[in-house]
């Protein structure tokens, strides 16, 4: 089994927490941004990653690759099997992969993606109109919905926490942290899940990645 991308990505992460949960082992194998070569362009036609292979079988998106875990390793099941509890975990999913990847986007981007990666420019003007504008919407509403204890469905782990969680690490990442004072319901519940070691071996390695490449930009000047 193996899933082409990096961890940084929040969709890759996504796919490698679901796995570790499960106790499945897959090969990561650096892809996307001109990187992965014929496998890759095999399993994502497109360029995206993450992608995955299992056996002759290949996938993207990181969507549909946990419905293929999910239903070929049904131990430590992370999708509901009840209908309330499945709408509101793929809800939470699908609010994850587009209005907080949509959100956050600008921050992670500009701060080490675009000058790190790629060697442009940050527009850090972008970054902080996300950091004040566009996050904050996204953690009002988490504030109101996240549990003092415990999980978001069924008080249990499942897809919708290691969704909503895998995005919002990044912003730690590059220094701008979920604020703890405007938001400490969200901030205990992000600790709670991000210590998980599923969690937490993955971002050890990504914050040495992201030192090892020069750390994140604060400023436009030190690109």
Known sequence: MIVYGSTLSPFVRKVMVVCAEKGLAPELKPAGMGQGGPEFAEASPFGKMPAFRDG??????SSAIIHYIEAKYPEAGLIPEAPEARGRTIWFEEFADTIIVGANTPIFFNRFVGPRVLRMTPDIAAAESAEREAMPKVCDYLERVVPDEGFLVEDRLTLADIAVASPLANLAL???????????????????ILERPSFAT?????????AAMG???REAAAA
């Open 215 to 217: 750390g994140a930009v």
């Open 174 to 192: 590059v220094g701008s942290p979920v604020d703890p004072v405007r938001y400490p319901r969200v901030t205990r519940y992000l600790n709670r």
């Open 56 to 61: 002759d079988f290949t996938l993207c998106d």
């Open 202 to 210: 993955i971002l050890e390695q990504d914050r040495k990645t992201i």
